[in-house]
């Protein structure tokens, strides 16, 4: 029984210990709860305070455009760098020939960058959108820590012919001045691997060895739903599309092979991809046309069918048009009419207060009016009648006189003058009208 002893010992001891273990477990996960609860308005402060740059963020668009941003900076410093030193031309004793020389020492035109400032994620996006005229896309990851990855953009990237290819063919570029923004054939992207986005990149291609270049044909995932594009796009584009490569240059080994052959191999891609899009693009055509001619013959068919019906309406909405303008016009005929009256009772109640003064009374003004067909009206006014009151006795005068001109002007001759409407307020002394003088009067309906 002495043996039997120890084990129930050792049993209970282990039993004991466990308990406080486990309750100091539960306790930790406890106190990480709370602290997370407590630290999370400190955490989404910081976030506004300091917002995710290129380097933070794997699926970050901000992020991922900082990245391509930054590197078409250091893209175009590096053109910039690689600018061809020429030495001044020498003066032979030809003024022109001189002249010349200085005007193409002096014209050297800086190329652009062809790479996009957009992140890989919209990049997908937008080669995929143009579906099925996507363009090709060409990657290259750059490493600050490699030797050889900035002598590479000098010596290759910024190669005169390699930029003029680029350029001429890609679309969304850092500068969209040449006209190709939408239309090329070849989408140019890079980034840092010291990046989120760019390391994203390296990941998935499986770079080792840099400098890295790649060309590929990126196609939209018809197998996908719209439902999970649309819940891809917000996360991970890559999986909404399938890539294949066509050009594949990474490793020291690349700094053996000569710019142009690069740009041989890149030029013969790129032309192999534009004659494939140039047949999608006929046959594209070919059934657009079968289409439309189906849908011309369907469309004669039904005008055929329906051409007394369209008559029918049409001749309906003529009628109802004219009988429209007609009920306009003669409403319009009232309004005028009305409005003549009340321009003609307005005139006949401004008259009853302003009398013709007597012949030779103080601050007499005597006008004569002449018509447009040469008959004299001799009427006179006080010096400080306005204009208004002028207007108004011509009104009255002519209706008086069945005289048809409902809309007239006034002007003088000596001096030559022209009364509007923001004369109607101004005495007849403030206009030079007096004591006497020769008004012209003109139909302005005429």
């Known amino acids: 029984m002495s043996s039997t002893a120890p084990p129930p010992a050792g049993i209970t001891t282990t039993a004991f210990l466990y308990s406080p273990l486990r309750a100091a477990s539960k306790l930790l996960k406890i106190i990480s709860i709370l602290l997370r609860v407590a630290l999370w308005p400190l955490f989404k402060a910081a976030n506004m305070t300091f917002p995710p740059k290129e380097f933070d963020g794997i699926y970050n668009s901000i992020g991922a455009d900082r990245a391509a941003k930054s590197f078409v900076s250091f893209m175009r410093g590096q053109i910039s760098a690689a600018r061809p030193i020429v030495s001044p031309p020498a003066d032979d004793g030809d003024d022109n020939n001189n002249n010349n020389r200085r005007t193409e020492h002096h014209s050297y035109a800086e190329p652009n960058c062809p790479f996009t400032s957009r992140g890989y994620n919209s990049v997908l996006s937008e ?8 363009p090709l896309l060409l990657v290259y990851l750059h490493s600050p820590l490699h030797g050889d990855g900035t002598n590479f953009i000098r010596k290759y990237l910024c190669h005169p012919q390699l930029l003029q290819l680029l350029n001429a063919n890609s679309t969304g570029g850092d500068d969209t001045s040449a006209g190709n923004e939408g239309n090329g054939t070849v ?7 010291h990046t989120a986005d760019g390391q994203r990149v390296r990941d998935m291609m499986d770079v080792t060895s840099f400098p890295f270049m790649a060309l590929l044909n990126v196609k ?4 996908n739903s719209s439902e999970d594009s649309r819940n891809n796009n917000n996360n991970n584009n890559s999986a909404n599309v399938t890539m294949e490569l066509l050009l594949r240059m990474e490793g020291p080994q690349i700094m053996t092979i000569p710019p142009a052959q690069i740009t041989t191999y ?6 192999r991809h534009a004659e494939l899009l140039a047949q999608a ?3 594209r055509l070919q059934r657009q046309e079968e289409i439309r001619l189906r849908e011309e013959q369907d469309r004669e068919y039904q005008e055929a069918l329906l051409a007394d019906q369209i008559r029918e309406i049409e001749q309906r909405e003529r009628e109802e048009r004219e009988r429209r303008e007609e009920e306009e016009r003669v409403e319009l005929e009232r309004l005028a009419g009305e409005k003549d009256r009340r321009r003609l009772v307005d005139a006949m109640e401004l008259m009853e207060k302003c009398v013709e ?12 009016f002449t018509l447009p067909n040469g008959k004299k009206v ?10 208004e009151v002028v207007k108004a006795f011509l009104i009255v005068h002519f209706n008086e006189q069945e005289v048809e001109m409902k809309n007239f002007g006034l002007s003088t001759n000596f001096p030559k003058k022209t009364f509007g409407e923001e004369d109607d307020n101004k005495t007849l002394e403030e206009l030079g009208l007096a004591p006497q003088a020769v008004v012209m009067v003109q139909d302005l309906d005429a």
Request: net charge positive.
């Open 127 to 134: 080669i995929a959108n143009r579906a099925p005229d996507s």
């Open 187 to 193: 989408v140019c992207w890079g980034a840092s691997v």
């Open 220 to 223: 939209p995932n018809r197998s």
């Open 266 to 271: 890149l030029s013969t891609s790129i032309s």
């Open 281 to 283: 693009e006929a046959q």
């Open 357 to 368: 003064p007597v012949v030779g009374s103080k601050g007499m003004a005597r006008l004569r």
């Open 378 to 387: 001799d009427r006179r006014f006080q010096s400080l009648d306005t204009m």
